[in-house]
């Protein structure tokens, strides 16, 4: 098998090293030597081994029938899209770490690997190291999967952590996450979930078999997490996480991204930092949790090399992977049953009264020198939650508890 890598950078260059450092077992895994024929990249690497295989055309590899997968690590939506696309049509099967690549265009780009009786792999697309898509489509589908939650961003999970753990305000723990290179200047696609929302948009297309459109995932951040939002959680028994979460509830599937109350004893509670992890619920598999490195060069780089391993084992064939060609209607969040962290900036004792009982809380909570107070609603649809919420102008802030 000979591959060509798109994009040098972090992850393309982990493959390369992986794939030489790695040959003698690789070569046993798949019966069939591996190897690079190209590395195409915008820039050059003087000094670099790859100097004598880079290339900066992608016709260079398009026209070379001794090519028989493209490894897409380059990122983005624009040229990585064209690349992987003309590379199928022309013959090559594709692999790729590139989320938003996948989210956007996998239908058409698995439904060409279809037709052509090729591959299109995308483990390292979700979770980085964490093999999940894999486990997902090949060892669980001997049951439905009722339940996907994951906390599959890295950067925003150690934000979260260090307000949680030392009590700092988000634009404090932000600027360490920008000096430490996880979090980038623009920061976006982090912080407001947008990232979380890719990965669970191409979970939930696996898990339910049909397109998930990331535009329909209602997606809310972490921006408006308050130092004390985190102290109240504590005190309650809970952590603040940002979630990403497919459910099926009789037949209705939702799915959404919020930052969500998670209770001390859920699986996810104890994932802190950096780390990922996702939890599923399947009904004949009971309850899984993947754990791992949700980024980094050879974490995320053994997970497409994974891909490259069962691509070159199955020349011809489409391994059954991905999901119909088909879009999923999601159910309207508004709907879903959940119980509510609502926090209040006024402790007046007739607000207290008239909000337990409006909410149908057990309890109310207050924390020494601090203003206000909050309460965990009794279940109701989020519709009710706003319909009563309406009468309340003293809420400060509301965040889903994880059920
Ligand atoms: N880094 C991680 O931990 C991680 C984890 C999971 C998934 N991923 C995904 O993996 C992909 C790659 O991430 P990365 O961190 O490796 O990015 P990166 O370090 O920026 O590497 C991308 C490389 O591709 C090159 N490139 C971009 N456009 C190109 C084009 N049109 N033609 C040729 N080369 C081009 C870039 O060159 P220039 O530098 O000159 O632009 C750069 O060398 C992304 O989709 C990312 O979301 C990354």
Not at 132 to 143: E, K, Q
Not at 242 to 256: E, F, Q, R, T, W
Not at 327 to 347: D, H, I, K, P, W
Not at 393 to 401: C, F
Request: aromatic residues 8%; charged residues 25%.
């Amino acid at each position: 098998m000979k591959a060509a890598v798109l994009g040098y950078g972090t992850i393309g260059s982990g493959v390369v090293e992986i794939l030489e450092q790695k040959k003698e077992l690789i070569t046993r895994e798949t019966g069939e030597e591996v190897s690079v024929k190209y590395v195409l990249d915008l820039r050059d690497f003087p000094g670099d081994p790859v100097e004598k295989i880079l290339v900066h055309d992608f016709d260079t590899i398009l026209n070379d029938p001794e090519v028989g997968l493209v490894v897409e690590t380059m990122g983005g939506t624009g040229a990585a899209y064209t690349f992987v696309k003309s590379a199928l049509l022309a013959g090559k099967s594709a692999c790729t770490s590139n989320k938003a690549l996948v989210a956007k265009y996998g239908s058409e780009l698995l439904a060409i690997a279809r037709e052509k009786k090729l591959n299109f792999q995308f483990e390292a697309s979700v979770g980085g190291g964490i093999p999940i898509i894999r486990p997902l489509y090949s060892c669980m589908t001997a049951g439905n999967i009722t339940e996907i939650t994951g906390i599959l961003n890295g950067t925003t999970n150690f934000m979260l952590s260090k307000m949680d753990l030392e009590g700092r305000a988000y634009e404090d723990v932000l600027k360490e996450a920008q000096a430490l290179g996880y979090a980038e200047r623009d920061p976006s696609a982090d912080v407001e979930g947008y990232d979380a929302c890719r990965k669970i948009a191409i979970l939930s297309s696996i898990a339910f078999g049909k397109f998930v459109d990331f535009e329909q995932i209602e997606t809310r951040g972490i921006t408006d997490i308050t130092k004390d939002d985190m102290a109240f959680a504590r005190k309650m028994g809970y952590a603040i996480k940002l979630l990403g979460s497919c459910k099926n509830v009789d037949g209705k599937i939702y799915a959404s991204v919020s930052p969500k109350f998670l209770p001390t004893g859920h699986p996810l509670y104890p994932v802190s930092g950096v780390f990922n992890a996702v939890y599923v619920k399947g009904d004949m598999s009971g309850d899984l949790m993947f754990y791992g490195s949700g980024a980094g060069k050879l974490p995320t780089a053994s997970a497409v090399v994974a891909d490259v391993v069962e691509i070159t084992r199955n020349p011809g064939r489409t391994v059954f992977a991905g999901w119909a060609d088909e879009t999923l209607a999601l159910s309207e969040n508004t709907g879903a049953e959940n119980q509510y962290f609502v926090r209040f900036n006024a402790a007046d004792q007739s607000v207290e009264e008239a909000a337990a009982a409006a909410f149908g809380a057990e309890e109310i909570t207050k924390i020494d020198h601090e203003p206000g107070f909050a309460l965990l609603t009794a279940k109701m649809t989020r519709a009710e939650y706003e319909e009563k919420a309406a009468a309340f102008s003293q809420i400060a802030q509301m965040i889903p508890v994880q059920g």
